[in-house]
Protein backbone atom coordinates (compact mmCIF):
# COMPACT_ATOMS: atom_id res chain seq x y z
CA UNK A 1 0.00 0.00 0.00
CA UNK A 2 1.68 3.42 -0.79
CA UNK A 3 0.64 6.40 1.26
CA UNK A 4 0.18 9.54 -1.08
CA UNK A 5 -0.71 12.56 1.60
CA UNK A 6 1.55 11.88 4.94
CA UNK A 7 -0.10 14.76 6.18
CA UNK A 8 -3.75 13.66 6.50
CA UNK A 9 -5.43 12.75 9.36
CA UNK A 10 -5.87 9.63 9.45
CA UNK A 11 -1.91 8.94 9.11
CA UNK A 12 -1.58 11.66 12.38
CA UNK A 13 -4.04 9.91 14.26
CA UNK A 14 -1.89 5.83 13.76
CA UNK A 15 1.50 7.66 14.33
CA UNK A 16 0.56 10.16 17.08
CA UNK A 17 1.81 9.13 20.68
CA UNK A 18 -1.13 9.81 22.30
CA UNK A 19 -3.09 7.35 20.02
CA UNK A 20 -0.69 4.83 18.83
CA UNK A 21 -1.65 1.55 19.17
CA UNK A 22 -1.77 0.10 15.47
CA UNK A 23 2.22 1.33 15.14
CA UNK A 24 3.80 1.21 18.55
CA UNK A 25 7.83 1.35 17.41
CA UNK A 26 6.53 4.63 15.89
CA UNK A 27 7.06 6.23 19.13
CA UNK A 28 10.39 7.57 20.32
CA UNK A 29 9.80 6.75 24.10
CA UNK A 30 10.16 3.43 25.01
CA UNK A 31 6.65 1.09 24.94
CA UNK A 32 4.99 0.00 28.15
CA UNK A 33 5.86 -3.52 27.02
CA UNK A 34 3.16 -5.48 29.53
CA UNK A 35 0.69 -3.25 28.33
CA UNK A 36 1.25 -3.17 24.92
CA UNK A 37 1.05 -7.04 24.91
CA UNK A 38 -2.01 -7.28 26.65
CA UNK A 39 -3.61 -4.83 23.88
CA UNK A 40 -2.61 -7.12 21.40
CA UNK A 41 -4.44 -10.05 22.78
CA UNK A 42 -7.92 -10.75 21.30
CA UNK A 43 -10.84 -12.32 22.57
CA UNK A 44 -11.23 -15.57 20.91
CA UNK A 45 -15.10 -16.86 20.71
CA UNK A 46 -15.12 -20.98 21.70
CA UNK A 47 -17.97 -23.22 21.99
CA UNK A 48 -17.34 -25.83 23.41
CA UNK A 49 -19.72 -29.09 23.68
CA UNK A 50 -21.38 -30.29 27.64
CA UNK A 51 -20.37 -33.85 27.91
CA UNK A 52 -22.46 -35.37 31.38
CA UNK A 53 -19.97 -37.09 33.62
CA UNK A 54 -21.52 -39.57 36.29
CA UNK A 55 -18.54 -39.54 38.67
CA UNK A 56 -19.34 -35.45 39.24
CA UNK A 57 -23.00 -35.97 39.15
CA UNK A 58 -22.83 -38.64 42.01
CA UNK A 59 -21.06 -36.84 45.07
CA UNK A 60 -23.78 -36.55 46.76
CA UNK A 61 -22.36 -33.72 49.52
CA UNK A 62 -22.44 -31.45 46.41
CA UNK A 63 -25.77 -32.03 45.02
CA UNK A 64 -27.99 -32.43 48.44
CA UNK A 65 -25.91 -29.42 50.05
CA UNK A 66 -28.79 -26.43 49.02
CA UNK A 67 -31.34 -28.82 50.92
CA UNK A 68 -28.15 -29.75 53.50
CA UNK A 69 -28.20 -26.19 54.47
CA UNK A 70 -31.54 -25.75 55.56
CA UNK A 71 -31.20 -28.44 57.74
CA UNK A 72 -27.89 -27.42 59.25
CA UNK A 73 -29.59 -23.89 60.31
CA UNK A 74 -32.42 -25.47 61.62
CA UNK A 75 -29.67 -28.35 63.67
CA UNK A 76 -28.21 -24.78 64.97
CA UNK A 77 -31.23 -23.38 66.14
CA UNK A 78 -32.00 -26.30 68.12
CA UNK A 79 -28.51 -27.18 69.82
CA UNK A 80 -28.11 -23.66 70.29
CA UNK A 81 -31.19 -23.62 73.08
CA UNK A 82 -30.49 -23.80 76.57
CA UNK A 83 -33.04 -26.41 76.66
CA UNK A 84 -31.82 -28.34 73.63
CA UNK A 85 -35.43 -28.30 71.74
CA UNK A 86 -37.34 -26.01 70.11
CA UNK A 87 -41.47 -25.78 69.48
CA UNK A 88 -42.69 -25.80 65.80
CA UNK A 89 -43.94 -21.79 66.91
CA UNK A 90 -39.78 -20.84 66.73
CA UNK A 91 -39.56 -22.29 63.26
CA UNK A 92 -42.21 -20.31 61.88
CA UNK A 93 -40.76 -17.60 62.58
CA UNK A 94 -37.26 -18.39 61.52
CA UNK A 95 -38.27 -18.99 58.27
CA UNK A 96 -36.16 -16.33 56.39
CA UNK A 97 -33.15 -17.44 57.95
CA UNK A 98 -33.57 -21.02 56.86
CA UNK A 99 -34.67 -19.66 53.63
CA UNK A 100 -37.38 -21.72 53.53
CA UNK A 101 -41.27 -20.92 52.50
CA UNK A 102 -43.49 -21.60 56.20
CA UNK A 103 -47.12 -22.00 55.92
CA UNK A 104 -48.60 -21.25 59.29
CA UNK A 105 -51.70 -23.13 60.15
CA UNK A 106 -54.30 -21.82 63.24
CA UNK A 107 -54.66 -24.45 65.74
CA UNK A 108 -54.64 -24.48 69.29
CA UNK A 109 -52.60 -22.72 71.26
CA UNK A 110 -51.61 -25.40 73.91
CA UNK A 111 -49.68 -28.95 72.86
CA UNK A 112 -47.55 -27.64 70.17
CA UNK A 113 -45.29 -30.19 69.30
CA UNK A 114 -41.28 -29.79 69.97
CA UNK A 115 -38.06 -30.85 68.66
CA UNK A 116 -35.13 -31.92 69.45
CA UNK A 117 -31.63 -33.90 67.81
CA UNK A 118 -31.56 -37.04 67.68
CA UNK A 119 -28.35 -38.88 69.57
CA UNK A 120 -26.58 -39.39 66.18
CA UNK A 121 -27.12 -35.72 64.70
CA UNK A 122 -26.16 -34.39 68.10
CA UNK A 123 -22.99 -36.12 67.75
CA UNK A 124 -22.01 -34.60 64.68
CA UNK A 125 -22.87 -31.38 65.77
CA UNK A 126 -20.61 -31.80 68.51
CA UNK A 127 -17.95 -32.96 66.33
CA UNK A 128 -18.90 -29.59 63.59
CA UNK A 129 -17.87 -27.52 66.60
CA UNK A 130 -14.86 -28.89 67.24
CA UNK A 131 -13.60 -28.63 63.84
CA UNK A 132 -15.03 -24.81 63.96
CA UNK A 133 -12.50 -24.70 66.95
CA UNK A 134 -9.34 -26.53 65.38
CA UNK A 135 -9.85 -24.49 61.81
CA UNK A 136 -10.64 -21.33 63.08
CA UNK A 137 -6.85 -19.70 61.51
CA UNK A 138 -7.80 -21.07 58.48
CA UNK A 139 -11.41 -20.41 58.06
CA UNK A 140 -10.53 -16.93 59.08
CA UNK A 141 -7.66 -16.91 56.74
CA UNK A 142 -10.27 -18.01 53.72
CA UNK A 143 -12.06 -14.70 54.32
CA UNK A 144 -9.36 -12.39 54.51
CA UNK A 145 -8.19 -14.14 50.90
CA UNK A 146 -12.16 -13.75 49.57
CA UNK A 147 -12.04 -9.91 50.62
CA UNK A 148 -8.84 -9.34 49.00
CA UNK A 149 -9.67 -10.60 45.89
CA UNK A 150 -12.04 -7.77 45.84
CA UNK A 151 -11.53 -4.24 44.22
CA UNK A 152 -11.52 -2.39 46.46
CA UNK A 153 -10.36 -4.74 49.64
CA UNK A 154 -13.75 -4.67 51.05
CA UNK A 155 -16.90 -6.36 50.75
CA UNK A 156 -20.40 -5.96 51.67
CA UNK A 157 -21.46 -7.80 54.79
CA UNK A 158 -24.46 -9.37 52.79
CA UNK A 159 -22.09 -10.52 49.67
CA UNK A 160 -20.09 -12.15 52.71
CA UNK A 161 -23.23 -13.96 54.41
CA UNK A 162 -24.54 -15.14 50.46
CA UNK A 163 -21.17 -16.91 50.53
CA UNK A 164 -21.05 -17.85 53.98
CA UNK A 165 -22.03 -21.95 53.63
CA UNK A 166 -19.40 -21.79 50.46
CA UNK A 167 -16.65 -20.39 53.24
CA UNK A 168 -17.68 -22.79 55.91
CA UNK A 169 -18.43 -19.70 58.03
CA UNK A 170 -20.40 -20.25 61.22
CA UNK A 171 -23.62 -18.34 61.62
CA UNK A 172 -21.16 -15.90 64.24
CA UNK A 173 -17.75 -15.14 62.05
CA UNK A 174 -18.19 -11.73 62.80
CA UNK A 175 -17.68 -12.56 66.76
CA UNK A 176 -15.71 -15.65 66.26
CA UNK A 177 -13.26 -14.46 63.79
CA UNK A 178 -12.44 -10.94 65.23
CA UNK A 179 -8.91 -10.78 65.77
CA UNK A 180 -8.46 -7.12 64.78
CA UNK A 181 -7.49 -7.42 61.62
CA UNK A 182 -10.84 -6.68 60.06
CA UNK A 183 -13.16 -3.72 60.43
CA UNK A 184 -16.07 -2.31 59.57
CA UNK A 185 -16.73 0.43 56.84
CA UNK A 186 -19.56 2.36 54.79
CA UNK A 187 -19.62 1.07 50.93
CA UNK A 188 -21.90 3.09 48.46
CA UNK A 189 -25.38 2.65 48.66
CA UNK A 190 -25.49 2.82 52.57
CA UNK A 191 -23.84 -0.97 52.61
CA UNK A 192 -22.03 -2.10 55.59
CA UNK A 193 -18.94 -3.93 54.45
CA UNK A 194 -16.12 -5.66 55.88
CA UNK A 195 -12.50 -4.83 55.19
CA UNK A 196 -9.00 -6.44 55.88
CA UNK A 197 -5.70 -4.75 55.15
CA UNK A 198 -3.80 -6.01 52.77
CA UNK A 199 -0.21 -8.04 53.84
CA UNK A 200 2.00 -8.07 51.22
CA UNK A 201 1.75 -10.02 47.99
CA UNK A 202 -0.41 -13.21 48.37
CA UNK A 203 0.28 -16.22 45.95
CA UNK A 204 -2.93 -18.55 44.63
CA UNK A 205 -3.09 -21.86 44.99
CA UNK A 206 -2.11 -22.45 41.24
CA UNK A 207 0.61 -20.38 41.92
CA UNK A 208 1.85 -22.17 45.14
CA UNK A 209 1.45 -25.33 43.34
CA UNK A 210 2.97 -24.68 40.51
CA UNK A 211 6.17 -23.14 42.80
CA UNK A 212 6.23 -26.75 44.34
CA UNK A 213 6.54 -28.79 41.23
CA UNK A 214 9.36 -25.57 39.60
CA UNK A 215 7.39 -25.39 36.72
CA UNK A 216 6.85 -21.24 37.82
CA UNK A 217 8.66 -18.89 39.75
CA UNK A 218 6.33 -15.80 40.01
CA UNK A 219 7.72 -13.71 37.45
CA UNK A 220 4.70 -10.81 36.36
CA UNK A 221 2.66 -11.63 33.23
CA UNK A 222 4.66 -14.89 33.34
CA UNK A 223 3.01 -17.95 31.68
CA UNK A 224 1.32 -20.54 33.81
CA UNK A 225 -0.93 -23.26 32.53
CA UNK A 226 -4.12 -24.56 34.57
CA UNK A 227 -4.15 -28.23 35.07
CA UNK A 228 -6.96 -30.20 32.76
CA UNK A 229 -9.22 -33.00 33.51
CA UNK A 230 -11.18 -33.97 30.30
CA UNK A 231 -14.42 -36.07 31.05
CA UNK A 232 -14.61 -39.26 29.44
CA UNK A 233 -15.58 -38.99 26.06
CA UNK A 234 -14.83 -35.68 25.27
CA UNK A 235 -13.39 -34.13 22.45
CA UNK A 236 -12.42 -31.09 21.06
CA UNK A 237 -12.02 -29.93 17.56
CA UNK A 238 -8.66 -29.37 16.04
CA UNK A 239 -9.49 -25.70 16.04
CA UNK A 240 -10.47 -25.59 19.56
CA UNK A 241 -7.48 -28.05 20.60
CA UNK A 242 -5.35 -25.76 19.37
CA UNK A 243 -6.64 -22.25 20.62
CA UNK A 244 -6.23 -24.12 23.99
CA UNK A 245 -2.38 -24.85 23.93
CA UNK A 246 -2.16 -21.54 23.03
CA UNK A 247 -4.25 -20.32 26.19
CA UNK A 248 -2.32 -22.07 28.37
CA UNK A 249 0.82 -20.07 26.88
CA UNK A 250 -0.54 -16.77 27.95
CA UNK A 251 0.17 -14.45 31.29
CA UNK A 252 -1.41 -15.46 34.19
CA UNK A 253 -2.83 -12.79 36.33
CA UNK A 254 -3.53 -13.61 39.95
CA UNK A 255 -7.00 -13.02 41.44
CA UNK A 256 -4.78 -10.99 44.07
CA UNK A 257 -3.49 -8.29 41.89
CA UNK A 258 -4.20 -5.21 40.06
CA UNK A 259 -6.03 -6.03 36.54
CA UNK A 260 -6.55 -2.77 35.43
CA UNK A 261 -4.47 -2.19 33.19
CA UNK A 262 -6.11 -5.63 31.08
CA UNK A 263 -7.85 -4.85 28.09
CA UNK A 264 -11.29 -6.37 29.12
CA UNK A 265 -11.84 -7.73 25.07
CA UNK A 266 -8.55 -10.24 25.62
CA UNK A 267 -7.51 -13.44 26.19
CA UNK A 268 -5.44 -12.52 29.05
CA UNK A 269 -8.58 -10.99 31.14
CA UNK A 270 -10.56 -13.49 30.32
CA UNK A 271 -7.79 -15.92 32.21
CA UNK A 272 -7.78 -14.01 34.30
CA UNK A 273 -11.34 -14.27 35.45
CA UNK A 274 -11.07 -17.83 34.75
CA UNK A 275 -8.08 -18.02 37.05
CA UNK A 276 -10.72 -16.38 40.38
CA UNK A 277 -12.77 -18.68 39.67
CA UNK A 278 -10.28 -21.35 40.12
CA UNK A 279 -9.18 -19.33 42.95
CA UNK A 280 -12.93 -18.90 44.81
CA UNK A 281 -13.61 -22.62 44.18
CA UNK A 282 -10.86 -23.71 46.07
CA UNK A 283 -11.57 -21.07 48.90
CA UNK A 284 -14.93 -22.96 49.06
CA UNK A 285 -15.00 -26.21 51.40
CA UNK A 286 -16.80 -28.18 48.84
CA UNK A 287 -14.92 -26.26 45.97
CA UNK A 288 -18.66 -26.32 44.21
CA UNK A 289 -21.37 -23.65 44.45
CA UNK A 290 -24.44 -23.09 42.39
CA UNK A 291 -23.58 -20.88 39.77
CA UNK A 292 -26.52 -18.38 40.21
CA UNK A 293 -25.12 -17.47 43.41
CA UNK A 294 -22.08 -16.60 41.98
CA UNK A 295 -23.50 -13.36 39.69
CA UNK A 296 -24.03 -10.95 42.79
CA UNK A 297 -19.51 -11.10 42.71
CA UNK A 298 -19.79 -9.20 39.64
CA UNK A 299 -19.63 -5.76 41.13
CA UNK A 300 -17.54 -5.99 43.65
CA UNK A 301 -14.82 -8.14 42.37
CA UNK A 302 -14.39 -6.81 38.82
CA UNK A 303 -16.06 -9.68 37.18
CA UNK A 304 -17.41 -9.02 33.27
CA UNK A 305 -21.32 -9.20 32.90
CA UNK A 306 -20.93 -12.88 30.96
CA UNK A 307 -18.68 -14.43 33.77
CA UNK A 308 -21.23 -17.45 33.88
CA UNK A 309 -19.84 -18.26 30.10
CA UNK A 310 -16.59 -19.17 31.40
CA UNK A 311 -17.90 -22.35 33.62
CA UNK A 312 -19.11 -23.59 29.89
CA UNK A 313 -15.88 -22.54 28.27
CA UNK A 314 -13.65 -24.54 30.13
CA UNK A 315 -15.04 -27.87 30.65
CA UNK A 316 -11.57 -29.35 31.30
CA UNK A 317 -11.14 -27.13 34.42
CA UNK A 318 -14.54 -26.87 35.86
CA UNK A 319 -17.59 -29.09 35.63
CA UNK A 320 -21.01 -27.63 35.02
CA UNK A 321 -23.79 -30.11 36.42
CA UNK A 322 -27.45 -29.80 35.77
CA UNK A 323 -28.87 -32.19 38.14
CA UNK A 324 -31.76 -31.04 40.54
CA UNK A 325 -32.40 -28.54 38.18
CA UNK A 326 -29.69 -26.68 38.81
CA UNK A 327 -26.49 -25.33 37.43
CA UNK A 328 -23.85 -26.20 39.82
CA UNK A 329 -19.84 -25.39 39.08
CA UNK A 330 -17.51 -27.73 40.22
CA UNK A 331 -14.14 -27.88 40.39
CA UNK A 332 -12.36 -30.55 38.64
CA UNK A 333 -8.88 -30.64 39.99
CA UNK A 334 -10.09 -30.85 43.95
CA UNK A 335 -11.69 -34.29 42.91
CA UNK A 336 -9.32 -35.70 40.11
CA UNK A 337 -6.17 -34.75 42.09
CA UNK A 338 -6.03 -34.78 45.93
CA UNK A 339 -2.56 -33.68 46.57
CA UNK A 340 -2.98 -30.80 44.39
CA UNK A 341 -6.17 -28.98 46.67
CA UNK A 342 -6.33 -30.51 50.46
CA UNK A 343 -9.99 -31.37 51.21
CA UNK A 344 -11.52 -29.85 54.59
CA UNK A 345 -12.42 -31.59 57.51
CA UNK A 346 -15.62 -29.23 57.40
CA UNK A 347 -16.11 -31.29 54.13
CA UNK A 348 -16.29 -34.41 55.93
CA UNK A 349 -18.20 -33.30 58.87
CA UNK A 350 -21.09 -32.32 55.55
CA UNK A 351 -21.16 -35.18 54.32
CA UNK A 352 -22.28 -37.19 57.68
CA UNK A 353 -24.88 -35.08 57.64
CA UNK A 354 -25.84 -36.15 54.15
CA UNK A 355 -25.20 -39.71 54.90
CA UNK A 356 -27.73 -39.09 57.80
CA UNK A 357 -30.24 -37.29 55.84
CA UNK A 358 -30.15 -40.38 53.13
CA UNK A 359 -30.66 -42.95 56.05
CA UNK A 360 -33.68 -41.17 57.19
CA UNK A 361 -35.12 -40.81 53.47
CA UNK A 362 -36.47 -44.60 54.04
CA UNK A 363 -37.79 -44.09 57.12
CA UNK A 364 -39.91 -41.07 56.03
CA UNK A 365 -41.08 -43.39 53.38
CA UNK A 366 -41.92 -45.89 55.16
CA UNK A 367 -44.03 -43.66 57.99
CA UNK A 368 -45.63 -42.07 54.31
CA UNK A 369 -46.88 -45.49 53.00
CA UNK A 370 -48.13 -46.52 56.37
CA UNK A 371 -49.58 -43.38 56.94
CA UNK A 372 -51.59 -43.91 52.80
CA UNK A 373 -52.43 -47.14 53.82
CA UNK A 374 -54.21 -46.38 57.48
CA UNK A 375 -56.40 -43.79 55.32
CA UNK A 376 -57.09 -46.41 52.66
CA UNK A 377 -58.24 -48.64 55.38
CA UNK A 378 -60.36 -46.25 56.80
CA UNK A 379 -61.83 -45.01 53.28
CA UNK A 380 -62.84 -48.50 52.51
CA UNK A 381 -64.17 -48.73 55.42
CA UNK A 382 -66.23 -45.41 54.94
CA UNK A 383 -67.39 -46.87 51.52
CA UNK A 384 -68.38 -49.87 53.00
CA UNK A 385 -70.43 -48.10 55.34
CA UNK A 386 -71.84 -46.22 52.53
CA UNK A 387 -72.24 -49.04 50.34
CA UNK A 388 -74.04 -50.97 53.48
CA UNK A 389 -76.49 -47.99 53.63
CA UNK A 390 -77.07 -47.49 50.20
CA UNK A 391 -78.14 -51.28 49.89
CA UNK A 392 -80.48 -51.11 52.12
CA UNK A 393 -82.25 -47.93 51.47
CA UNK A 394 -82.40 -49.80 47.65
CA UNK A 395 -83.77 -52.97 48.94
CA UNK A 396 -86.22 -50.99 51.34
CA UNK A 397 -87.61 -48.67 47.63
CA UNK A 398 -87.54 -52.12 45.97
CA UNK A 399 -89.76 -53.96 49.31
CA UNK A 400 -92.20 -50.51 48.14
CA UNK A 401 -92.44 -50.72 44.67
CA UNK A 402 -92.99 -54.34 44.84
CA UNK A 403 -96.18 -53.76 47.34
CA UNK A 404 -97.41 -50.63 44.77
CA UNK A 405 -97.47 -53.29 42.24
CA UNK A 406 -98.95 -55.73 44.45
CA UNK A 407 -101.70 -53.83 45.47
CA UNK A 408 -102.76 -52.42 41.75
CA UNK A 409 -103.27 -56.27 40.79
Request: glycine share 4%.
Amino acid sequence: MIVRNWKSKCIKALTSASQNLIFPLANNDPPNLQCSYTQTQSYVQVTMKWKKDPYFDSIEHIHKSTELKRIVSLKNVIARNTNGCIPISDVSKKGLQFDLKIKEYVGPHHNLPWFRLTQRAAEIDREEMSVLEDQKGGLTERLKKFIWMSKEKAVPLKIIQGMAWYLGLPDDYLQRFDDGSFRLVDLEGGLKGLAVESQGRVLSVLQKNAMKQGVYSGEPMEALQFPLFPSKGLRLKRKIADWLIEYQKLPYVSPYEDYSYLDTDSDIAEKRVVGFLHELLCLFVDHSAERKRLLCLKKYFGLPQKVHKAFERHPHIFYLSFRNKTRTAILKEAYRDESAIERHPLSRVRQKYVELMMESDPILKRRRRSSTQVEAIDNEKSESDLDCHCDSALASTEYSSNEVVAGGS
